[in-house]
């Protein structure tokens, strides 16, 4: 039996308004600060939400390699790949670090590198202004390689697209924030 992909946007944003979004006083990554909290491991490191995000994250995908900046997106890529090849599709995942490797090849972009003018799609877990979607757009494009999207779970609707129009990217997000706050009010 198969799943509709409404239903797995529902379950999925359960378990995001459950585990994964917090109300409070919080300092975000970016050094914002804001009312709402949201870290999305909480659910997509558990088998059941990796793998509805993974599923509805491949419906956004339309090139054959994904990548994301280290640590959000290491569970998301490696996902999509799986549920990728489970589907027929073979889409391959990439890993860009924050920092180079220090030893070794010194590599910034690990997993089986395609060839330059490849295209990949970003994946991030949480835009706030955008500048770890960006900064992994901006490895991959020194890189060789062609990146148009990035495909997010939650948009914090706080600058992050605006940000990505700049840098040439168009920003496909699953869910807004206002759709997990709304339960809160």
Same mark, same amino acid.
């Given at each position: 039996?198969?799943?509709?992909?409404?239903?797995?946007?529902?379950?999925?944003?359960?378990? =995001?308004?459950?585990?994964?979004?917090?109300?409070?006083?919080?300092?975000?990554?970016?050094?914002?600060?804001?009312?709402?909290y949201v870290n999305c491991k909480p659910v997509t490191l558990t088998g059941r939400g990796l793998t509805l995000v993974s599923?509805?994250?491949?419906?956004?995908?339309?090139?054959?390699?994904?990548?994301? =900046?280290?640590?959000?997106?290491?569970? =998301?890529?490696?996902?999509?790949?799986?549920?990728?090849?489970?589907?027929?599709?073979?889409?391959?995942?990439?890993?860009?670090?924050?920092?180079?490797?220090?030893?070794?090849?010194?590599?910034?972009?690990?997993?089986?590198?395609?060839?330059?003018?490849?295209?990949?799609?970003?994946?991030?877990?949480?835009?706030?202004?955008?500048g770890s979607a960006i900064k992994a757009a901006e490895k991959l494009r020194d890189a060789g390689y062609v990146v148009e999207?990035?495909?997010?779970?939650?948009?914090?609707?706080?600058?992050?697209?605006?940000?990505?129009?700049?840098?040439?990217?168009?920003?496909?997000?699953?869910?807004? =924030?206002?759709?997990?706050?709304?339960?809160?009010?």
């Amino acid at each position: 039996m198969r799943v509709s992909i409404h239903n797995m946007n529902e379950e999925f944003l359960e378990l =995001l308004k459950k585990y994964a979004y917090k109300k409070g006083e919080f300092t975000l990554s970016s050094g914002k600060t804001s009312e709402h909290y949201v870290n999305c491991k909480p659910v997509t490191l558990t088998g059941r939400g990796l793998t509805l995000v993974s599923m509805m994250l491949l419906e956004h995908v339309q090139t054959q390699v994904v990548a994301g =900046l280290t640590l959000g997106a290491d569970p =998301l890529v490696s996902g999509v790949a799986v549920c990728s090849a489970l589907d027929g599709r073979m889409v391959n995942a990439l890993i860009v670090r924050k920092e180079p490797k220090g030893h070794g090849t010194e590599a910034w972009i690990e997993g089986l590198l395609p060839p330059e003018g490849t295209k990949v799609t970003v994946l991030e877990d949480v835009v706030t202004t955008g500048g770890s979607a960006i900064k992994a757009a901006e490895k991959l494009r020194d890189a060789g390689y062609v990146v148009e999207r990035v495909v997010a779970i939650v948009d914090r609707q706080e600058g992050g697209k605006d940000a990505m129009i700049e840098a040439n990217l168009e920003l496909c997000s699953l869910f807004q =924030l206002s759709e997990l706050v709304e339960k809160f009010l």
